[in-house]
């Protein structure tokens, strides 16, 4: 790296001398043109986006301790607000990390091991991954914690002032390149009787987690790219598991181990973080898949209108369950609906993009979309998930600590202002 690096560095020094000399003597301009022609092979060398972009995700790995008061974040947010289309650039895509950095992990050095229940326990390198034949995918991640305590503070759970990268930014979409599970196992031979696998990861916490073993057969994905490149360090490099549809904490990042077994391992994540505790003292277990869900990103919460007249409504709607068929808008308070239209491409557990034409008329809107998928399951409002959790709604006016709000989806109404101003009227 130094060798490559320091006829730059040398040259770096020469401009700075230049520069001053050149400041000294004639104008600012020389100056600029001759900066122009110095770092060009270092910033093209792997792009970087225009200066006048400034999108950036928010928050810190951090999970515990919960310090009371402090802003209490679950990872890094994707900016939902100024996406464009379905797909995250990975530099964007949410983190949930669980307190850890991501690994520094050479790939050359890493291995999975598939062992447990099976005829012949193998190990295998990444390049020997990779010699397999690879398929790409589109499939969103969400944490099951979005849009749960809004990544605000504990109290109160749902400032009006909440973004839409706030309330749903654990969630981002991605082309995921790899190997199907199911090839690797075959190889390994899954034995009678065998009905969950146990994922595990490589970094100091060991992130762990059993997925049944008929998922796993199903489409399961061993991925080592994202978006055309390999995958980001946070997202997991070299590689990890993709279980398209469920809940984010099943896609194993930095994964080095599959345990093939006959029963849930009960690992930490899933057994004291994890299931959703109810006011009944009950608990949903293993409850996996994602269930409809759509958010307006654009305008959404902190945003604001200029002029009265013209505006798209538009952003993101998804489904655990398969393909989203139908996504409604409604701009006053969920009175009337109208069908927004689904750009192409409509890929199953995949970020589906809407959007529907609005004049606004400079009167106070209420903002909100209803998805519907494939199987036919519509997008609860709160009301409605209160009824099927067995919780009144004061039960989402709980602190994070105390109320779970695992799997939480649903509808999520913006107020627009008379002024203009857009903010969150979930609560
Ligand atoms: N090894 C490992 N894998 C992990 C986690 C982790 O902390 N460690 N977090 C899980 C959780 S809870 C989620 S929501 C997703 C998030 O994936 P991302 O960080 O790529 O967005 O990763 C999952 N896989
Ligand atoms: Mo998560």
New binding site residues.
């Given amino acids: 790296m130094s060798s490559k690096r320091s006829p730059r560095r040398q040259f770096l020094k020469n401009g700075a001398a230049l520069a001053s000399f050149a400041a000294g003597a004639i104008s600012s301009s020389s100056g600029k043109l001759f900066a122009a022609d110095v770092p060009s092979a270092d910033l093209h060398a792997y792009g970087q986006r225009s200066r006048f972009e400034n999108d950036v995700r928010i928050g810190s790995l951090a999970l515990w301790p919960i310090v009371p008061g402090a802003r209490r974040d679950y990872?890094f947010r994707s900016p939902l607000q100024d996406s464009m289309g379905i797909i995250t650039p990975a530099s964007l895509?949410?983190?949930?990390?669980?307190g850890?950095e991501p690994p520094d992990i050479d790939s050359r050095d890493h291995q999975l091991m598939i062992h447990g229940m099976v005829d012949r326990p193998l190990i295998f390198t990444l390049d020997e991954i990779k010699r397999l034949p690879s398929v790409s995918r589109l499939h969103f991640?969400?944490?099951?914690?979005n849009s749960a305590a809004a990544g605000i503070t504990g109290e109160p759970r749902k400032l009006t002032s909440a973004t839409v990268q706030d309330t749903h930014g654990?969630t981002?979409c991605s082309v995921w390149t790899g190997v199907p599970l199911t090839l690797l196992l075959g190889q390994v031979g899954v034995q009678k009787g065998a009905s969950w696998i146990v994922a595990e990861?490589?970094?100091t916490?060991?992130?762990t987690?059993s997925i049944p073993l008929e998922k796993a057969m199903d489409d399961c994905l061993l991925a080592y790219g994202q978006n055309g490149e390999a995958l980001r360090p946070?997202?997991?490099y070299p590689l990890?598991l993709l279980v398209p549809g469920w809940?984010?904490?099943?896609?194993?990042?930095?994964?080095r181990r599959i345990y093939v077994v006959d029963q849930p391992y009960m690992a930490m994540?899933e057994s004291t973080k994890?299931p959703s505790p109810r006011l009944d003292g009950k608990s949903r277990w293993f409850e996996s898949e994602m269930g409809p869900k759509s958010v307006i990103t654009r305008p959404s919460g902190g945003q604001q209108l200029g002029s009265r007249g013209f505006y798209e409504i538009t952003g993101l709607a998804w489904s655990g369950g398969g393909a989203v068929r139908r996504v409604e808008v409604s701009v006053d308070g969920g009175r009337t609906w109208k069908d927004a239209q689904l750009q192409q491409p409509i890929v199953p557990k995949a970020h589906t993009r809407f959007g529907l034409s609005w004049t606004w008329n400079g009167e106070e809107a209420m903002l909100q979309s209803r998805c519907t998928d494939d199987q036919g399951h519509v997008q609860p409002t709160l009301a409605e998930l209160s009824k099927y959790w067995g919780v009144d709604a004061d039960y989402f006016r709980l602190p994070p600590t105390t109320a779970d709000m695992g799997n939480f989806n649903s509808i999520q109404p913006w107020k627009v202002s008379r002024d203009g101003s857009v903010s969150n009227a979930l609560l």
């Avoid at 895509?93 to 669980?98: D, E, G, T, W």
């Avoid at 991640?141 to 914690?145: D, I, N, R, V």
């Avoid at 809940?247 to 994964?255: E, P």
């Fill in positions: 990872g895509h949410f983190i949930i990390s669980h850890h991640l969400e944490c099951h914690g654990l981002s990861g490589s970094e916490g060991r992130h987690k946070e997202q997991g990890r809940q984010g904490i099943n896609n194993v990042k930095w994964l994540m994890y």
